[in-house]
């Protein structure tokens, strides 16, 4: 249990998914959890009975009842923000952002402290299956860089990265699950066109990527190897798979991670 209390400058998807991931993990109780933001149906979200956490009317407040702040908004929105709070800030506070891009230099600057940490979550948080990765700053301390990653570890697989590869786990990991999503709809449309009603092809396309990915991961095998184990000479798959590889199917794939890769260092970069 996370006994401090977290407070999230912005009450959006990505904090709405942390938070009901720690819940659901028993990492942190709703009482502990504070949020703003200017969007009255966030707000009410925050507030509302699966969440009941404590929403204040704003930042300053926020800022003033935690000792860990986390930035839960757009990267364009972090000048504004930190203009706002900076002067609140004190030593005893840990400040946790989730902006893509935003580096640790520049959000000192903007901050004018150097007890923080960048971290790249995902939206599976909310299901307890997130992708995460942290980089402190040197002025964060060990007890600091623990307790963000046991925040990220009750909701999924947290890794610590040095900041320089904060982007291409952005590309990957942050942005990756609409990737998966897009691969999970098309496959489901496939199994349409071939006669299943789109409920079956869904929950079979949704069920199939889950178990290939656990396959990765429990069985410890190169993805490689699992794909040949599974294509046999002359048969379906390997008839399916050579479509794939016509259509550049693995080098879009590819491209898409650098592409976001490179708007999170553009986004970062305030262009």
């Known amino acids: 249990m996370i006994m401090r209390k977290v407070g999230f ?4 998807v990505m904090a709405e998914a942390l938070a009901r991931g720690m819940f659901r993990a028993d990492a942190a109780s709703p009482s502990s959890v504070y949020a703003s933001d200017p969007s009255e149906e966030r707000r009410r979200i925050f507030a509302g ?19 860990v702040i986390v930035l839960s908004v757009k990267p364009n929105i972090v000048p504004d923000v930190a203009r706002e709070i900076r002067a609140a800030l004190s030593r005893n506070h840990l400040v946790v952002s989730v902006a893509a891009g935003v580096t640790l ?30 980089c402190p700053a040197v002025g964060a301390t060990a007890e600091d860089a623990a307790l963000v990653e046991e ?7 947290c890794v610590r990265v040095e900041e320089s590869l904060m982007d291409a786990v952005t590309g990957l990991s942050g942005s990756g699950p609409a990737y998966v999503y897009l691969a999970v709809e098309a496959l489901a449309e496939g199994g349409v066109r071939e006669g299943l009603s789109r409920d079956t092809a ?21 993805p490689a190897q699992l794909r040949e184990e599974v294509t046999t000479p002359g048969g379906t798959t390997e008839e399916g798979l050579a479509v ?11 491209e898409a991670v650098a592409a976001a890769a490179e708007r999170s260092r553009r986004m970062g970069a305030g262009r």
């Open 244 to 254: 794939l590889e016509a259509a550049n199917f693995r080098r879009a794939l590819v």
């Open 151 to 157: 925040m990220l570890r009750s909701v999924g697989l």
């Open 49 to 67: 009975m699966i969440l009941r956490a404590n929403v204040l009317p704003n930042n300053l407040r926020l800022v003033e009842a935690c000792r």
């Open 9 to 12: 400058v912005g009450a959006g």
């Open 202 to 222: 869904l929950r079979l396309a949704a069920q199939t990527v889950l178990g290939a990915a656990k396959m990765v991961i429990e069985t410890g095998k190169d």
């Open 105 to 134: 230099a520049r959000l000192r600057g903007l901050l004018q402290t150097d007890r923080l940490v960048r971290i790249m979550p995902n939206t599976p948080a909310l299901v307890g299956q997130a992708a995460s990765a942290y």
